[in-house]
């Protein structure tokens, strides 16, 4: 439901929206089912396309597939990831799941001080990025790009595309 106010008076939220959906929300209102963030912001579509075409284009001057190129960026996002420990027969299983989640999803084990675990790195998939996270992802591959020689667009012309998101 979109919000078109939100104030606090007298000790209360007030929060005014002319959804018609309030209605129904405040008649099946349940105290702690539900929780008020923030919106995430949309992804421009044409900066999201542009990192793709970059990352085809790494991938063509490097020799490997565009994934790997993609993957490689993932990890270098940082608070995109967690650490968890399992037991060594439950790791791959957790891999292989964690993957289903898309190409950017992935898992990678560490050794664990426990013995008969590992230590799952599990990385989000930039489907789940923040605006900052994923101009931090477009300025790393386009970083990458130039370092390879490969033509980008200018600073301005990136600057454009990432105030689209907001």
Same mark, same amino acid.
């Given at each position: 439901?979109?919000?078109?106010?939100?104030?606090?008076?007298?000790?209360?939220?007030?929060?005014?929206?002319?959804?018609?959906?309030?209605? =129904?929300?405040?008649?099946?209102?349940?105290?702690?089912?539900?929780?008020?963030? =923030?919106?995430?912001?949309?992804?421009? #579509?044409?900066?999201?396309?542009?990192?793709?075409?970059?990352?085809?284009?790494?991938?063509?001057?490097?020799?490997?597939?565009?994934?790997?190129?993609? =993957?490689?960026?993932?990890?270098?996002?940082?608070?995109?990831?967690?650490?968890?420990?399992?037991?060594?027969?439950?790791?791959?299983?957790?891999?292989?799941?964690?993957?289903?989640?898309?190409?950017?999803?992935?898992?990678?084990?560490?050794?664990?001080? #426990?013995?008969?675990?590992?230590?799952?790195?599990?990385?989000?998939?930039?489907?789940?990025?923040?605006?900052?996270?994923?101009?931090? #992802?477009?300025?790393?591959?386009?970083?990458?790009?130039?370092?390879?020689?490969?033509?980008?667009?200018?600073?301005?012309?990136?600057?454009?595309?990432?105030?689209?998101?907001?």
């Amino acid at each position: 439901m979109k919000l078109d106010n939100a104030r606090f008076e007298c000790g209360k939220l007030i929060i005014e929206t002319k959804d018609p959906e309030a209605r =129904r929300f405040v008649y099946t209102f349940q105290p702690g089912e539900y929780e008020i963030k =923030r919106a995430k912001k949309k992804l421009s #579509l044409e900066a999201n396309a542009y990192m793709w075409v970059l990352v085809d284009k790494i991938a063509s001057a490097v020799g490997v597939d565009k994934v790997t190129v993609y =993957r490689e960026a993932i990890k270098n996002i940082a608070g995109n990831s967690e650490i968890v420990c399992v037991k060594q027969d439950a790791a791959e299983k957790l891999i292989k799941g964690w993957g289903h989640n898309g190409i950017g999803w992935i898992a990678e084990t560490m050794p664990s001080k #426990l013995e008969g675990c590992v230590n799952v790195v599990l990385y989000y998939g930039s489907s789940t990025y923040d605006t900052a996270q994923m101009s931090t #992802l477009i300025d790393h591959v386009v970083d990458e790009a130039k370092q390879l020689g490969i033509e980008t667009l200018t600073p301005a012309e990136l600057e454009r595309m990432k105030a689209e998101w907001q």
